[in-house]
Nanobody, 126 residues
Framework: QLRLVESGGGLVQPGGSLRLSCAASGFTLDTSAIGWFRRAPGKEREGVSCLGTRDGSTRYADFVKGRFTISRDNTKNTAYLQMNSLEPEDTAVYYC???????????????????WGQGTQVTVSS
């Protein structure tokens, strides 16, 4: 069974940090591009970050403002999203996605055609 499971969300104060994890099973992330997305209440899902399969390419949404970092640990078959300087506007359910194949984040990555996790809640509030 192919699966992605997000974890690491929770309640954090403005200015705080969280590291989200995305654990894959049933396939290997080292042959997949990784994406992080989020959906806030009443809003559409939006892309947060992308990590290319093998070329090291990354992409970040403008609203990240240098605060987030995407990475992977292939030995653990897990991807990460380090989130620093969190703001209330970052409150959302965060999802990871994998697109199996050799993709660069400089171009379009078809995450919608492959695998998604169930999401982890991030709440930023004082």
């Amino acid at each position: 069974q192919l699966r992605l499971v997000e974890s690491g969300g929770g309640l954090v104060q403005p200015g705080g940090s969280l590291r989200l994890s995305c654990a894959a099973s049933g396939f290997t992330l080292d042959t997949s591009a990784i994406g992080w997305f989020r959906r806030a209440p009443g809003k559409e899902r939006e892309g947060v970050s992308c990590l290319g399969t093998r070329d090291g390419s990354t992409r970040y949404a403008d609203f990240v403002k240098g605060r987030f970092t995407i990475s992977r640990d292939n030995t653990k078959n897990t991807a990460y999203l380090q989130m620093n300087s969190l703001e209330p506007e970052d409150t959302a359910v965060y999802y990871c996605a994998a697109a199996r194949g050799d993709y660069s984040c400089a171009g379009y990555v078809p995450f919608e055609d492959d695998y998604w996790g169930q999401g982890t809640q991030v709440t930023v509030s004082s």
